[in-house]
């Protein structure tokens, strides 16, 4: 536990009572369903990040692992008629199974930059090949819905948004702390991330730590696709596998400051909300046009700021809070 440090905590420990207060305010429908996507898009970029950010490996195909999470739970709650809540579970070992397959290859044979981003997009666009043209079990191209289940926490289920908030609250927290958790696999990665060659020099097996981060990841990120399919109660190829899914993912952690232990959270409050603003009021008729105003403002934080948002709160607070001014 030596590894939790008290500096991290206590804001851990804040932004959970605080988080956990907020639907007491009795918000409109509309702002709590935001305030669900800011913590989802946190929690996934965060869950990327531990392989993006932390071990220095850029993928842009982590939505292989959240489709695969997403249309898990639908197949274990339509077809064994399991319930939601195991099925976050199960989901999240299914993707982590399923980066085996697609990391171990990756990594046994050094597959670096840009050639193992290459690689990340190309299996997600087989898997939404895949799913499209399988129609008779995953629904094709039109995509499946959740069946509608008894109201609760066991079926993920609720009327009201408050509930599917404290879920998404809760799985974030989690994942934070267990991150914390990690101490020494964590400075591992960080060296691998900096110099492999010279990782493996001093006795870190490269490939094993390597694969341990996409698994890992990949995990939470197929927890993620499950929380999904349970509060949207739909998905289709398009969402489930699309390069928007992991671009999304991506460009929060680099906006926040994929480095840091907050920067996903930091980019998911600021560029979610203006995304879905983008989304009504040019969706219609720019589609994607989200997509062109993220980019540009991760081309200006990666010319001015390239260690993202969190990088001008990190010298604020050393300055003015730490040392007084």
């Known amino acids: 536990m030596k590894s939790l440090k008290l500096n991290r905590i206590i804001p851990i420990t ?32 965060t869950a990327w ?21 997403a249309y898990t739970a639908y197949f274990l709650t339509v077809w064994f008629g399991l319930p939601p809540l195991t099925n976050l579970l199960v989901s999240g070992l299914t993707a982590s199974l399923l980066s085996v397959v697609i990391g171990y290859p990756c990594f046994r044979y050094g ?11 190309a299996f997600t666009e087989i898997m939404k090949d895949l799913f499209i043209y399988l129609r008779e079990l995953t629904g094709g191209s039109l995509g499946v819905w959740m069946p509608v289940l008894p109201e609760g926490i066991i079926t993920l289920y609720f009327l009201g948004k408050e509930a599917y908030y404290y879920v998404i609250t809760t799985l974030y927290v989690v994942l934070m702390i267990i991150i914390n958790l990690m101490g020494r696999f964590r400075e591992y990665l960080t060296a691998i991330r900096e110099d492999e060659d010279v990782s493996a020099s ?45 671009l999304q993912m ?74 007084g001014g």
Not at 53 to 68: D, E, P
Request: aromatic residues 16%.
């Open 14 to 45: 804040l932004i959970l009572l605080i988080g956990y207060l907020i639907p007491i305010i009795q918000l409109p429908p509309y702002i709590m369903h935001v305030l669900i996507l800011v913590i989802m898009w946190a929690y996934l970029s």
């Open 49 to 69: 990040s531990i392989l993006g950010g932390a071990a220095g490996q850029l993928s842009l195909g982590h939505a292989t692992f959240f489709g695969t999470g």
């Open 111 to 121: 597959l670096r930059g840009v050639y193992f981003t290459l690689a990340t997009i």
């Open 202 to 246: 001093i006795g870190i097996n490269v490939t094993r730590y390597k694969l341990l981060a996409l698994m890992i990841s990949s995990f939470f990120v197929g927890v993620g696709g499950a929380y999904y399919i349970c509060y949207f109660r739909y998905i289709n190829p398009y969402v489930a596998f699309g390069l928007d899914t992991s």
């Open 250 to 323: 991506v460009l929060i952690g680099i906006f926040g400051g994929m480095y840091s232990f907050w920067g996903p959270l930091i980019g998911s409050v600021i560029l979610t909300p203006i995304g879905e603003y983008l989304r009504i009021t040019l969706g219609g008729t720019y589609v994607g046009s989200h997509l062109l105003i993220y980019g540009l403002l991760l081309i200006l934080i990666i010319r001015f700021l390239p260690k993202g948002i969190y990088s001008i709160l990190e010298s604020v607070y050393s300055k003015y809070l730490v040392r």
